[in-house]
């Protein structure tokens, strides 16, 4: 019967290449734990440039942000009165609303900024470059009262419906502030509360105001 045990003819000759394994499985856990700090700190410095580069790449921290925010207010047209929430957190505003849209025609909300103005809150409005003809109305009601505008044609479409009011409310969703998307179009809105939140929408408003024209 062939016997199942290894020789020690044949332990010798295997044991320099347990060995030599061994001996490289040392090596490469050696040399990672001295690598790992310089890995990391490589890592780190090119999420930042990368961060840098594209303020708009969700982190942990924007994920986080987003998590801890407080919902103020959801709402679907129809049935709801989109237009009178978003007036009303205007009316409310104290400092600052910078207003991201596509679609700008509601002469209620329109007003409900100037008014804003009026008592000395400090208005902006990006629209997409379209806006001149799609949104005639509006844009000649802000330009007749001061309300500093831009355009931005960096895009096929400047598409965002976006509110950054007093760096703490974020009015976000499908809902063009238009007419139609108040009473005729399926629409949702939220309206939310977290000043981490609105530091990175400000974050990339101010990145499209930036290529903007006036």
């Not at 978003?86 to 679609?103: K, M």
């Not at 976006?162 to 007419?179: A, K, L, P, R, Y």
Request: aromatic content about 8%.
């Amino acid at each position: 019967m062939q016997s199942s045990r290894t020789s020690s003819s044949e332990f010798k000759r295997q044991a320099p290449s347990d060995v030599s394994t061994t001996l490289c499985l040392v090596a490469r856990s050696f040399h990672w734990a001295l690598m790992k700090p310089l890995w990391l700190l490589i890592f780190s410095v090119g999420v930042a440039s990368s961060q840098a580069q594209n303020p708009g790449v969700e982190t942990p921290a924007t994920a986080d942000a987003l998590a801890r925010a407080e919902v103020l207010g959801l709402y679907f047209t129809p049935p709801a009165d989109v237009a009178a929430a978003v007036i009303d957190v205007i009316n409310q505003s104290q400092s600052e609303v910078l207003v991201q849209a596509y679609g700008f025609t509601h002469n209620g909300i329109a007003q409900a900024l100037l008014k804003a103005q009026e008592r000395g809150v400090r208005i902006q409005v990006l629209l997409d470059q379209k806006s001149e003809s799609t949104n005639r109305y509006v844009v000649e009601l802000f330009t007749t009262n001061n309300i500093r505008m831009r355009f931005d044609g960096s895009h096929a479409i400047a598409h965002n419906k976006v509110m950054i009011v007093d760096d703490n409310i974020v009015i976000t969703g499908s809902f063009n502030f238009t007419n139609s998307a108040q009473t005729r179009n399926a629409e949702n809105l939220l309206v939310l509360r977290s000043a981490d939140l609105a530091q990175n929408y400000k974050a990339n408003w101010l990145e499209h105001w930036k290529h903007s024209r006036d």
